[in-house]
């Protein structure tokens, strides 16, 4: 009865963090950890400390690339894809801002892609919704593939402390199953998109509103574009010592000759990921003009530190209750989850959706997963599931899709959960489970 009073506890940190936004998270979750040691008495956990640098170095790299003006390279790069083949924009811009967020670890950048997909959906008589909606998701979804994402470095952290048949699943054996599983994915999300909605000549609520030349005018309005803009050395320069920082990251991943032995074993991924990180931002700050007063202000970093706090009282509160329950929860649940391990995905998916981040679930379900039997290979495979929080249209990404489509396609329903994203997020994050068991089991995983 006591457990099921602390896991109370927890939901209730966890749902009223998550309504209040940004640090309320993290901070909640401290108010748990004070409930649990003075009120139940419990030994307060272990605080994932690796998992909380690591985000630290990685959110300064990001934060300096983006302050450089590195980032608006590969910004103006996707949008001449996507302006370059207007008709297959339901396709080619879900993939784009998964990439995006691939390669710089946050799914923030799809703020800006948004304005320019929308431009182009809109000016090519395409339902904006299809693209735009498709982009939202796929933005998200590219955190499980990325080398430099807070939720891959913590699933790799928490990976590395339980050998497989005394072998660790590594950064790369992570990677090998979500990186396609997440692509596939975003290929079926955008076979979706291409056919979902009315075309816009045989949608009534549309044609209706542009009968009126004012709306017309807001809804065709002028072109949102990077196109035309001077990019200097300096940025080109922030750009490739990101992408190179990342490329030595992921060799020194797949090849441990590269990285130096001490005590017997190669350095590990995580300490690995860090210096490289922190040397990247450093080189940036070196070798541009970019000035590290405006780091500290930029988006990345701001979400990036969200992310630490939320991630530091979360997982704390959590390993508090869970470790100290560790016997009777591996009693009951052990034989659960070793023959119905989806039910592992299940509430890794529901406590995404409470939490409102891929990071801070993982943080929160995996080392509970790990203690209480769910084999690792299960863990990888169904890394997907920490993305819930489409399941309502309450997410920054979700609900800035909704106010640049200014054709009203993509929506929030009647009854709220009838949204825009809920069916490409559903098709995405299912689709890419399936794909990570099959690769899992394929190499062996499980």
């Not at 541009?288 to 530190?305: L, N, Y």
Request: overall charge positive; hydrophobic content about 55%.
């Amino acid at each position: 009865m006591e457990i099921l009073l602390q896991v109370a506890v927890i939901l209730i940190c966890l749902f009223y963090g998550a309504r209040k936004g940004g640090v309320a998270l993290g901070l909640l979750g401290g108010l748990g950890i004070v409930v649990m040691a003075f009120a139940f008495k419990l030994p307060p956990g272990k605080p994932p400390i690796d998992v909380m640098l690591t985000i630290i170095a990685v959110v300064a790299a990001s934060a300096t690339l983006q302050a450089s003006g590195g980032l608006e390279v590969m910004l103006m790069g996707a949008e001449k894809l996507l302006r370059r083949n207007p008709k297959y924009v339901s396709i080619l811009a879900p993939f784009t801002t998964c990439l995006l967020t691939m390669l710089c670890g946050t799914g923030h950048v799809v703020y800006t892609m948004l304005p320019i997909i929308y431009d182009i959906a809109i000016k090519n008589d395409i339902r904006p919704e299809r693209p735009m909606a498709a982009a939202s998701i796929s933005a998200q979804m590219g955190i499980l593939a990325s080398p430099v994402s807070v939720a891959i470095v913590s699933l790799v952290a928490f990976l590395a402390k339980v050998p497989v048949n005394g072998h660790i699943i590594d950064f790369i054996q992570v990677l090998s199953i979500t990186i396609p599983s997440t692509l596939t994915g975003v290929l079926m999300i955008g076979i979706f998109s291409w056919f979902r909605g009315k075309d816009l000549k045989d949608d009534p609520e549309f044609q209706k509103r542009i009968a009126d030349p004012e709306q017309r005018q807001i809804i065709y309005g002028n072109s949102t574009t990077l196109m035309g803009k001077t990019l200097s050395s300096s940025q080109w320069t922030a750009m490739w010592i990101f992408l190179g920082a990342i490329a030595l990251v992921a060799f020194m991943g797949a090849f441990q000759a590269l990285r130096p032995v001490f005590g017997g074993k190669p350095m590990s991924m995580v300490l690995t990921i860090q210096m490289f990180m922190l040397l990247a931002g450093a080189l940036i700050i070196m070798f541009t003009k970019t000035d590290p007063s405006t780091i500290g202000k930029t988006e990345v970093f701001r979400a990036g530190m969200i992310a630490v706090v939320a991630v530091f009282g979360i997982a704390w509160m959590a390993d508090t209750v869970f470790e100290s329950h560790l016997p009777e929860l591996k009693a009951a649940l052990t034989e659960l989850v070793k023959t119905q391990p989806w039910t592992y995905a299940i509430a890794l998916l529901l406590v995404s959706k409470l939490v409102n981040s891929q990071a801070a679930a993982i943080s929160a379900m995996v080392p509970v997963g790990l203690a209480i039997g769910v084999p690792p290979g299960y863990i990888v495979a169904f890394a997907a599931a920490s993305y819930g929080y489409y399941i309502l249209p309450t997410y920054p990404s979700d609900l800035a899709a909704i106010q640049f489509d200014r054709s009203g396609t993509t929506h929030i329903g009647k009854y709220v959960i009838n949204h825009s994203f809920i069916l490409p997020g559903l098709i995405g994050v299912s689709t890419s489970c399936l794909i990570g068991f099959l690769l899992a089991d394929l190499t062996g995983l499980i």
